[in-house]
């Protein structure tokens, strides 16, 4: 009897041991598991305040290309619809070059980057913030990068075609000659190049600019409430 209570109470002893021995391991995975998620969440809003800074630059970035074009816009028209001769031709100074230089835009890229790479490393984690911003990024870098190829392509065509002209020099070197002026005002060789220039800049490249802006904005805001929230 005395040796059947030993063994009992030995049995109880040694569940009791293995008991508090894997709580002790669950309670060690918990707090492994809480640290990996706040080092998680740290990387996470580290990189998110670098997106925010870049979101940032690019909406400035993007007023200022906004302004270019909308004027740009004006002057190709005045071009378009032959409302500039060589008695009026000096209120249009940028007139000249409308077929021949553009306004690219380069997104900045750097939070993104390190954003696909944390999500490549926590295939796992979801999260609809982040989420939201990779569609974002998808949806727009391909085409911005390509809208800039296109005008960079065409406004270099033009400006190769400019210098089959004897006067080609002159534009360069700022001198202004008659035969210039009747040129980028009477021609339709330039009415063309400035129209087909105008679908490529205003038609694609402006609007995509601008929805680029809209978007941008919006993810800011939806970052600033992540940090709101969690402070």
């Given at each position: 009897m005395f040796k059947k209570n030993s063994l009992v109470k030995y049995l109880l002893y040694a569940i009791g041991e293995i008991f508090l021995v894997v709580i002790g391991i669950l309670l060690a995975l918990q707090i492994n598991n809480w640290n990996e998620k706040r080092k998680s969440d740290q990387e996470l809003n580290s990189i998110l305040k670098i997106i925010s800074y870049d979101l940032a630059t690019d909406t400035i970035i993007a007023n200022q290309i906004i302004t270019y074009y909308e004027q740009h816009q004006k002057d190709?028209?005045?071009?378009?619809?032959?409302?500039?001769?060589?008695?009026?031709?000096?209120?249009?100074?940028?007139?000249?070059?409308?077929?021949t230089q553009y306004q690219p835009f380069t997104i900045q890229k750097k939070g993104v980057k390190l954003l696909d790479n944390f999500s490549n490393q926590h295939i796992n984690q979801r999260d609809s913030l982040v989420t939201n911003i990779s569609q974002f990024y998808t949806i727009f870098d391909k085409a911005i990068e390509n809208n800039n190829k296109l005008l960079d392509n065409d406004a270099i065509n033009n400006l190769n075609d400019l210098k089959q002209y004897p006067w080609f020099v002159d534009l360069i070197q700022g001198k202004i000659k008659p035969e210039m002026i009747s040129y980028f005002?009477?021609?339709?060789?330039?009415?063309?190049?400035?129209?087909?220039?105008?679908?490529?800049?205003?038609?694609?490249?402006?609007?995509?600019?601008?929805?680029?802006?809209?978007?941008?904005?919006?993810?800011?805001?939806?970052?600033?409430?992540?940090?709101?929230?969690?402070?």
């Amino acid at each position: 009897m005395f040796k059947k209570n030993s063994l009992v109470k030995y049995l109880l002893y040694a569940i009791g041991e293995i008991f508090l021995v894997v709580i002790g391991i669950l309670l060690a995975l918990q707090i492994n598991n809480w640290n990996e998620k706040r080092k998680s969440d740290q990387e996470l809003n580290s990189i998110l305040k670098i997106i925010s800074y870049d979101l940032a630059t690019d909406t400035i970035i993007a007023n200022q290309i906004i302004t270019y074009y909308e004027q740009h816009q004006k002057d190709s028209k005045r071009i378009v619809d032959r409302e500039l001769n060589k008695d009026n031709f000096q209120e249009c100074p940028t007139c000249m070059a409308l077929a021949t230089q553009y306004q690219p835009f380069t997104i900045q890229k750097k939070g993104v980057k390190l954003l696909d790479n944390f999500s490549n490393q926590h295939i796992n984690q979801r999260d609809s913030l982040v989420t939201n911003i990779s569609q974002f990024y998808t949806i727009f870098d391909k085409a911005i990068e390509n809208n800039n190829k296109l005008l960079d392509n065409d406004a270099i065509n033009n400006l190769n075609d400019l210098k089959q002209y004897p006067w080609f020099v002159d534009l360069i070197q700022g001198k202004i000659k008659p035969e210039m002026i009747s040129y980028f005002t009477d021609s339709n060789d330039y009415r063309t190049k400035v129209a087909a220039h105008a679908i490529l800049a205003h038609n694609n490249h402006l609007p995509f600019v601008k929805a680029y802006k809209r978007s941008a904005k919006e993810i800011l805001r939806l970052i600033e409430e992540r940090f709101k929230n969690n402070p």
